[in-house]
């Protein structure tokens, strides 16, 4: 499709499709005397890039060099400051600016040229004269590789230029050049919980060709941060891929950018999760016969999901279901683990449980046993270890991990299938093993992590009220089950 001045790539992609270079107008007390410009771009790993560039008189090299060597201790964390620097076009803002080495050349016998990376993975633009916002978009890797998108776009280009010359005589003065339009199904709506928002795939040829890489745009009232990020990750969770966002952009009418964030994905490889399948929960792909309607399942989840988000820690939860799923066989069935173990005690202290985990309340337990634990206060006082078996004496009215998960399930009237609780029993075997694991042993964990991740989607979608089915990756042929019947199958 024909683009002048890539006005497709402007709206349809993020900032740093090709790399940005600011000139300085102002300078820094942070930034090394004689900065000039500060370039921005992405690695091979789709990571920030940044460039300090800048010149200085050789009489100043070694107060300079100073300067970029800074007072840090070995080993210390350090972060820098957010810069606020004042450029050509706009102002530009550097979060945790650390200058992480230089190099000099020299040019001529007085002066220096000097390069410097930096460390940040936050870089915010806004230019100068930005009307009023009109949307908002943010902008993701990983997205789905296989389509679930419902809704047509429609896409046209023309070129036409206007020329006028002083003379009475008769004159061509509109010409009409390149045009073109395209249809496709690349779209879908979210109306839910008072937002109104746009899932679109982004065009190919703009965005990483390793990456099926979308958007989100808002329109109208842009919700709240915390609200954008509860949509990302639900979306994620339905899609089955953890969303990786690299740039919010807000726009005017014309479609120029008012304000960019621009961040580095998290993890040091971008490219693996994004080559890997896609693990919906249901078949949400036209393309491959999926019966599944996509708005329909995120209109379902979307307001239970920000509802309970910050009070069963959910963003938690599903961190560790995308972590599960990256790390290596036997670790990620402990990382699932820790992920379950975070949900059901946020259920038992967000005042869903009945039984809040505990035998008996703890004002109860003391008031039956309370004379008898000062007893054994006194005779354990002289005992060595006598406080760590005073403190289990005294705690005993809570129950133990595995017993809190059991009565989860229960209190949940969630039913756990025989295939996982083997998938339970696996996370102290793979905690704590005793000898090295054979191929046949590993095949067997690689399976009971499908069975465990899928025991985790199952508590989630419980947790959200969901009464649909689910597609169960713990069995052969991925079957549809209802959400009441257990995953795994035969193994």
């Known amino acids: 499709m024909v683009d002048a001045d890539r006005l497709l790539a402007r709206v349809e992609w993020e900032p740093l499709r090709t790399e940005q270079k600011w000139d300085l107008l102002e ?41 970029l060597d800074g007072n840090h201790v070995p080993g210390e964390f350090a972060r820098g400051p957010d810069l606020a620097l004042k450029t050509m076009g706009g102002s530009v803002t550097i979060e945790g600016y650390l200058p992480c080495g230089y190099s000099f050349e020299f040019p001529d016998r007085d002066r220096i040229a000097f390069t410097v990376p930096v460390h940040t993975n ?12 009109a949307w908002l978009t943010e902008w993701f890797l990983n997205g789905p590789q296989d389509s679930p998108w ?35 199904v690349d779209h879908f709506l979210v109306r839910a919980a008072g937002i109104d928002a746009v899932v679109h795939a982004v065009p190919k040829g703009l965005a990483p060709e390793w990456a099926n890489s979308i958007g989100v745009s808002y329109f109208g009232a842009v919700p709240a941060e915390n609200v954008r990020n509860g949509l990302e990750e639900l979306l994620g969770f339905v899609f089955g891929r953890r969303l990786m966002k690299v740039a919010t952009v807000a726009f005017d009418a014309a479609g120029f950018a008012v304000e960019e964030v621009i961040v580095g994905p998290w993890g040091a490889d971008a490219k693996g999760p994004c080559r890997r399948p896609d693990w919906p929960l249901l078949p949400l792909s036209l393309a491959q016969g999926g019966s599944s309607n996509v708005e329909d399942v995120v209109m379902n989840l979307l307001p239970q999901y920000l509802d309970l988000r910050e009070e069963l820690r959910l963003d938690d939860v599903l961190w560790r279901l995308w972590l599960g799923h990256e790390a290596a066989t036997t670790i990620d069935i402990p990382i699932f683990a820790s992920g379950l173990e975070i949900l059901a005690g946020a259920w038992f202290k967000a005042g869903k449980s009945r039984s809040k985990g505990k035998y008996l309340p703890k004002e109860e337990f003391d008031g039956l046993l309370g004379d008898e634990l000062k007893t054994a206060s006194v005779k354990l006082k002289s005992v060595q270890f006598g406080d760590r078996m005073l403190r289990k004496l005294q705690g005993a009215f809570e129950t133990s991990g595995n017993e809190r998960l059991r009565w989860f399930f229960d209190e949940m009237e969630l039913p756990v299938g025989s295939v996982e609780e083997d998938a339970l029993r696996a996370r102290n075997q793979a905690v704590h093993p005793t000898r090295a694991h054979t191929a046949e042993e590993c095949l067997q964990f690689v399976r009971l992590a499908n069975v465990y991740r899928m025991l985790m989607v199952r508590v989630i979608l419980k947790a959200l009220a969901w ?5 169960d990756y713990g069995a052969l042929g991925h079957p549809i089950r209802a959400l009441t019947e257990p995953s795994g199958g035969t193994m």
């Open 467 to 471: 009464n649909g089915p689910y597609m």
């Open 27 to 67: 300078p820094s007390l942070h930034l090394p005397p004689g900065s000039e410009t500060i370039t921005v771009r992405r690695d091979d790993s789709y990571h920030l890039d940044v460039t300090l560039t800048g010149r200085c008189t050789s009489s100043d090299a070694g107060a300079l060099q100073a300067k």
């Open 122 to 133: 936050r870089v915010r633009w806004k230019p100068d004269g930005g009307g009023a916002p």
């Open 150 to 184: 419902r809704r047509t776009s429609e896409r046209s280009f023309e070129m036409r230029q206007s020329r006028r010359w002083g003379t009475a005589a008769k004159q061509p003065t509109d010409f009409i050049g390149a045009k073109s339009s395209v249809t496709t």
